[in-house]
Structures are given as structure tokens and as C-alpha cells.
């Protein structure tokens, strides 16, 4: 027997795809997030293959020494420098990605000081210290969609089972969530990032910890309603009646009418943490210095007022990803809305 959608899960896709606009905005996200995604193949410093001797060879996901090529040095080689790039296309050929550049590469042969204009080589330029553009936005594209998913999925993960606690049980439970809530809410987060800032070095990994400790009250305010309104349902008293646990009457009844309202809200809390990241990134506190981030594009587009495909650069690519997201949690809160028919 094959999988089959329930009437309701078939209404609500049916209002999702009619939303055209979120519709397809879910598409164009999850093929740009595909892409980037595969950033190493698009755009990267090492060929993609290249054939040497009559062997076969895939720098991309091969680490391979310069004494490999004919040079000298056991090191890794550096397919830039023009004696092995010569000696390669003299016993074979070399394939290159789209792009020949990483996040992290320095053009050292352009014709105009950093930060250069778009070219056949850099097409949306370089920054202030020669690194190319496109592969630097493509690159923070990626890590601010994974920053954002991994933000929301454990965010929501603890704010539901935060609300689901306090509007369960109620009560005590309820009284002290809530006092606690108010009292965590009210702390200086940005304060706390730079103290933090001052004494380790952050990363992608402290960011998100730090961010976690306070991005999980968004949900909770939302599931709490949900549980305090059901809690006395027949169904809920009908459980009880039977023997049924607390812990399945919370997660197996009570929990999936909750999830209605909850994941309206999760395309909006996506949005939230990539804009908390890029804030950060502009200033200063964010991702290690070099780091691909589209907030420091931004800084670097407003210090360099005279070349303004920086700034341009960051601002369309974080307006199209804000956008995309957006457009899908208006579909997705039209899906769950069950006045539209």
C-alpha cells in the first residue's frame, strides 16, 4: 500500500501551491540553497579534474603533493602558480570550475588596486583585499541558510518543549516558566556577544550556542496557548481516562494541533536568525575575520562608498534570501489557515 495524504494534508497543499508566489519561491530557494550547497564545485581554487602523465587526477577532493607535478616541495600544490599550471597543460589538460576562485582567494593579478570592478574574471569584482565577490557570496549564502536551519530546528525543538511543559501542567510550572522567561528575555544579548567576544573568539559553533540561549522564546508563547487551551479537551480526558501517559497524551494528541500554529512561524524564525547572523557579521561580532559572511560584504560596501558593487553584492543576495523566505511562510501560514478553502 502506498503513502496517501489525509483529506486535511491534501487541503493544505492545495492552498500551499495555490499561493503562486510561495509556491515558487520554494523552489527557487531549495535550487539557489542546492547550489550553494555544491559551492566547492562552482567556485574553488583547485580544478575540479586534470590529467597529468596520462593519469587521472581530482584536486576538488584530493589532496595532492607539488612533487606530483614536477616541482619540489612535499607541500600541497598550488594550481595558481604558473610553472605547475604550465606543466600541467603541457603533459595533459586541466578543468577548472566555473568560477577559479575560493572564498578565501587573493587575486594578486588585477590590472586595478582591490577592491576591483567586475570583470570576465571577477564577475562581481573583488573586495578590499582581492578575494572575488561572487565566490565569497555564494559561499556566505550557504553558511547563513545552515546557520539559520540549525538555529530554528533547535529553537524549536526547546520552545516547544518549553511551552508544552508550562501549558500542560500549568500551575507552578506555568507561574515560574513564565517569571523565568521574562527574566531571560530581558537580558542584553548583544552586551553578552561582545563581552563573550573579548574573552573567546567566536565561531560558527559559539555563535550558535549563544544565539540558541535566547532565539527558543519565540515558539513558546505560541505551543503554551495551544497546550492550555486543549489540555481540557474531551479527547485529553478521554486519554486519561484510559491510563494513557502524560508524556503521550503531551506528544501523541496534544502536540500535532500545536504544530498547526508552530510551523506558520518557522519560515519567520528562519528569517530572524540569518538577519541576526548578518548583524553580527557587520559588526564585528560575528564569524572569525576572513570567514565568507554576507554582513561583512555589507561593512566592507560601507567603507568602500567608491565601489559600490560590494555593497550591491550583499544587498541583493541577503533582499533575495529574506525575500524567497518570506513569500514561503506567507504560503505555508495560508496552508494551515483553515478559514481559506
Not at 148 to 170: F, K, M, P, R
Request: proline residues 6%.
Amino acid at each position: 500500500m502506498g503513502w496517501k495524504l489525509s483529506p486535511i494534508q491534501q487541503r493544505r497543499l492545495r492552498n500551499f501551491r495555490a499561493n503562486r508566489r510561495g509556491y515558487w519561491s520554494l523552489w527557487v530557494f531549495l535550487v539557489l540553497f542546492g547550489l550553494s550547497l555544491c559551492a566547492e564545485l562552482i567556485a574553488n581554487d583547485k580544478p575540479l579534474m586534470l590529467s597529468y602523465k596520462g593519469d587521472l587526477y581530482f584536486p576538488v577532493v584530493q589532496t595532492l603533493p607539488e612533487e606530483t607535478f614536477g616541482g619540489f616541495l612535499p607541500t600541497e600544490a598550488d594550481y595558481r602558480d604558473p610553472y605547475i599550471r604550465e606543466e600541467i597543460e603541457r603533459n595533459g589538460w586541466i578543468l577548472w570550475p566555473p568560477i577559479p576562485f575560493s572564498y578565501d582567494t587573493i587575486n594578486y593579478n588585477l590590472d586595478v588596486p582591490s577592491p576591483a570592478p567586475p570583470s570576465a574574471v571577477n564577475w562581481l569584482g573583488t573586495d578590499d583585499q582581492g578575494r572575488d565577490v561572487a565566490a565569497r557570496v555564494i559561499y556566505g549564502f550557504r553558511i547563513s541558510v545552515l546557520f539559520g536551519l540549525i538555529l530554528t530546528l533547535i529553537s524549536c525543538v526547546v520552545g516547544i518543549a518549553a511551552g508544552a511543559l508550562q501549558g500542560y501542567y500549568g500551575g507552578k510550572v506555568d507561574l515560574l516558566g513564565q517569571r523565568f522567561i521574562e527574566i531571560w528575555s530581558g537580558l542584553p544579548v548583544l552586551y553578552l556577544l561582545i563581552i563573550l567576544s573579548s574573552i573567546v573568539q567566536p565561531n560558527f559553533w559559539w555563535l550558535l550556542g549563544i544565539m540558541v540561549l535566547f532565539s527558543w522564546m519565540g515558539l513558546v508563547d505560541v505551543v503554551r496557548a495551544e497546550f492550555l487551551r486543549a489540555r481540557n479537551f474531551e479527547y485529553v480526558k478521554a486519554a486519561r481516562a484510559l491510563g494513557l501517559g502524560n508524556r503521550q497524551i503531551m506528544f501523541r494528541h496534544i502536540l500535532p494541533n500545536a504544530m498547526v500554529a508552530t510551523l506558520t512561524f518557522l519560515p519567520f524564525i528562519l528569517t530572524g536568525a540569518i538577519t541576526g547572523l548578518t548583524s553580527l557579521d557587520f559588526l564585528g561580532f560575528g564569524l572569525p575575520p576572513g570567514s565568507p559572511s554576507l554582513g561583512e560584504l555589507i561593512a566592507q560596501g560601507k567603507a568602500n562608498l567608491q565601489a559600490p558593487w560590494l555593497g550591491l553584492s550583499a544587498f541583493v543576495s541577503l533582499a533575495l534570501l529574506l525575500t524567497l523566505l518570506v513569500f514561503v511562510g506567507e504560503a505555508v501560514r495560508d496552508a494551515f489557515d483553515p478559514r481559506k478553502h
